[in-house]
């Protein structure tokens, strides 16, 4: 008789804590009240460091505007743009979203949101260089992001097969950079970032009128996580619905330019 209820005790006691566990994690995993978003932290204007070292920008303000319409907060976290597919399927960041373009090769690696922006990849040059068409590249050293879209939209293009070089970059500043430089002659470029670099340095670059590849903008949630998905693509209906995403884009663009 005490062999039993000395079974059944233990028995008891192992129930109630596996009970207790399972009830602990479902909590914590419901509780879970904090985004952690993973950024280019020199993509400007979209994601970037002001003169204070604080992330601003585009996207930062887009991200914060909707975690609140999702009753969270955001943690961003500046990552190797080049591991980025990585850092999400790893859970070490919960969302992709810094001016990151949907493409048919990233939707086998990750879920989208609904575009929420329209960007193009374009050639950027000196102000005084006489680059001024596709072909003008023939025989030209080019720089670019690694592993971004500019190299898609680049090897995309005949024009890939004719330039003298392809240097690429961890980030478009230092391509930048090395333009002014003359290590380069012309940098492959997002749109949204060499119009930004345009205003603010005026008269250093122009972007020759073709372009090389329309683009969307889209947020990047990690596979088979569709229920995050439909709640962030909820907020950012609501917050493109009530005029939250304008007001937000005409500080930065001086236009509406938010797709709804």
């Known amino acids: ?3 039993f209820m000395m079974v059944l005790i233990v028995s008891l006691s ?22 952690i978003i993973g950024v280019d932290d020199k993509f400007a204007p979209m994601g970037f460091r002001d003169e204070n070292n604080e992330l601003t920008g585009f996207d930062i303000e887009y991200a914060e505007a909707v975690a609140e319409q999702m009753g969270m907060t955001v943690k961003f976290q500046p990552i190797d743009w080049k591991t980025k597919e990585t850092e ?34 374009v050639i950027a040059t000196l102000q005084n260089s006489d680059i001024a068409q596709l072909k003008d590249l023939l025989g030209k050293a080019v720089g670019l992001q690694a592993l971004s ?27 930048l950079s090395d333009l002014k430089a003359g290590r380069v002659e012309a940098v492959v470029i997002d749109e949204v970032v060499i119009n930004y670099y345009m205003a603010k340095e005026e008269g250093s670059f122009k972007v020759i009128e073709e372009s090389l590849a329309p683009e969307l903008y889209g947020i990047g949630v ?39």
């Open 149 to 175: 879209s500019a190299s898609d939209a680049l090897n995309a293009n005949p024009i890939s097969s004719e330039v003298k070089s392809v240097s690429e970059y961890a980030d478009n500043v230092l391509a």
């Open 222 to 260: 990690k596979k088979g996580n569709e229920e995050l998905l439909e709640k962030l693509q909820a907020a950012i209906d609501k917050v493109n619905a009530d005029g939250t995403a304008s007001a937000i884009s005409e500080k930065w663009f001086g236009e509406d330019k938010i797709l709804k």
């Open 1 to 3: 008789m005490k062999k």
């Open 88 to 121: 999400l399927s790893s859970g070490r960041i919960d969302l992709i979203w810094n001016g990151y373009t949907i493409t048919d090769e990233r939707k086998k690696k990750v879920l989208f949101t609904k575009p929420y922006l329209k960007n193009a990849q």
């Open 14 to 35: 192992t129930v109630l804590f596996m009970t207790g566990c399972g009830s602990s994690n479902s909590n914590s995993a419901s509780k879970k009240d904090t985004l």
